[in-house]
Antibody, heavy 123, light 108 residues
């Protein structure tokens, strides 16, 4: 059974860099045709897709965050990571790591989700 | 970027009633790449429907999805207490994903 677990600091100072890691168990992160991704949810607000990465390393980012976001894969640790630079209070949110699924005939959905980790941006 | 608009914002219903949630896209969405999620307070979203009309594992058959093009619907027939929460629609297209703003289904 595939499981995802986020980890990283819960507090980040404004203008600094947010870094989170998603540990993957139950599957190899480098398995062919796999995608991995990040989604966030500000307190009391809706869901926002941040970006996704293909097993080959190709990345896809939300255009609104593209200049500040990097998603990468670490095959040696079977995990993938999110880096968001120059954070502000608007980046305060619960961050989820997710598995985008592409199958036949349907796909493009997220399953499973990690439990989420709250990151607060504050001085 | 495809924008998804959900309506209504809140549905107040009693157990046993039918819930009809709508999601309208700003551009055509492939039916293969449209999904719905349920979220309860303090929990991660859970996949309910994918491919517009396929129920995810463990989702009861009172949940059904339909639609095509720019208009999609999630119907919950005979609401149960455990069905209350926030529902989000989601689409994928051209290497980009987006979500609707959510519909809250609350107990009347």
């Amino acid at each position: 059974q595939l499981k995802l677990q986020e980890s990283g600091p819960g507090l980040v100072r404004p203008s600094e860099t947010l870094s989170l890691t998603c540990g993957v168990s139950g599957a190899s992160i480098s398995s062919r045709d796999n995608y991995w991704g990040w989604i966030r949810q500000p307190p009391w607000k809706g869901l926002e897709w941040i970006g996704s990465i293909y097993y080959s390393g190709s990345t896809y980012y939300n255009s609104s965050l593209k200049s500040r976001v990097t998603i990468s894969i670490d095959t040696s640790k079977n995990q993938f990571s999110l880096t968001l630079t120059s954070v502000t209070a608007a980046d305060t949110a619960v961050y989820y790591c997710v598995k985008p699924i592409f199958g036949v005939p349907s796909g493009g959905y997220f399953d499973p989700w990690g439990q989420g980790t709250l990151v607060i941006v504050s001085p | 970027e495809i924008v998804l608009t959900q309506s209504p914002g809140t549905l107040s219903l009693s157990p046993g009633e039918r819930a009809t949630l709508s999601c309208r896209a700003s551009q055509h969405v492939s039916s293969s790449f449209f999904a719905w999620y349920q979220q309860k307070p303090g929990q991660a979203p859970r996949l309910v429907i994918y491919g517009t009309s396929t129920r995810a594992t463990g989702i009861p058959d009172r949940f059904s999805g339909s639609g095509s093009g720019t208009d999609f619907t999630l119907t919950i027939s005979g609401l149960q207490p455990e069905d209350f929460g926030v529902y989000y629609c989601q689409q994928y297209g051209s290497s980009s994903w987006s979500f609707g703003q959510g519909t809250t289904v609350e107990i009347k």
